[in-house]
């Protein structure tokens, strides 16, 4: 059992759609990032949130942080086939220092 | 270049083999992370150094795994008696961070291992 939950595994979308992913946890944690990868690279850092019930909006792309730090969201609008790959929530659990841990991830595929 | 360098890209070895791989970190970051990644699945954490120690090794699976940063800048992950179930995407990042969250991890391309 992962620490950080993602669902759906796999969604494969129209082009125009809006989609949300999940990332869950029972633990409490002190701040969680998203990760996008692309096939043969590591992962990109898309954002961090540090605050219960943070917002943050980056284009298409709207992060949110649960208010008991303990799951976080994606929502993308209007997708595009460069939104295409493997999003990555990442999170260091209270107490942890600095050790980040990954969720299974999300792999998306937005058709044209 | 600026981002973090690993090498080699792509190891093929034979059950029973050592194996080393090597992370560059980009210049000045004093955390660097070692991670697994099997096909599919999202990384796996094993050891993260803060400077020339390792701070946490809690992720390294066994004794076989063991990972160096002598000088506070290249590590070398180190595998004896390799496993086929070791075979996977060895992943490296570096951070400037040297306290409190991590703040960005900036990834290498991986060293793709794989053990016949």
């Known amino acids: 059992t992962q620490l950080l939950e993602q669902s759906p595994q796999f969604l494969s979308i129209q082009e125009g759609e809006n989609l949300t992913v999940y990332c869950n946890s029972s633990s409490v944690f002190s701040s969680l990032q998203w990760y996008r990868q692309e096939p043969g690279e590591g992962p990109v850092l898309l954002v961090t949130?540090?605050?219960?019930?943070e917002v943050k909006k980056l284009k298409r792309l709207t992060f949110q942080f649960g208010d008991a730090r303990k799951d976080s969201s994606l929502h993308i609008t209007a997708a595009q086939p460069g939104d295409t790959g493997l999003y990555l929530c990442?999170?260091?659990?209270?107490?942890?220092?600095?050790?980040?841990?990954f969720g299974g991830g999300t792999r998306l595929m937005v058709k044209p | 270049g600026a981002g973090v360098s690993q090498t080699p890209s792509n190891k093929v070895t034979e059950k029973g083999k050592y194996v080393e791989l090597r992370c560059d970190p980009i210049s000045g970051h004093t955390a660097l992370y070692w991670y697994r990644q099997s096909l599919g699945q999202g990384p796996e954490f094993l050891i993260y150094?803060?400077?020339?120690?390792?701070?946490?090794d809690s992720g390294l699976p066994n004794d076989r795994f063991f990972a160096v940063r002598p000088e506070g800048s290249v590590s070398t992950l180190k595998i004896q008696r390799t496993e086929r179930g070791d075979s996977a995407v060895y992943l490296c990042a570096s951070s400037p961070t040297s306290g409190g969250y991590p703040g960005e991890l900036f990834f290498g391309e991986g060293s793709r291992l794989t053990v016949l």
């Open positions: 150094f803060q400077g020339t120690g390792a701070a946490d």
């Open positions: 990442a999170g260091v659990p209270n107490n942890a220092g600095n050790m980040l841990t």
């Open positions: 949130v540090v605050t219960g019930g």
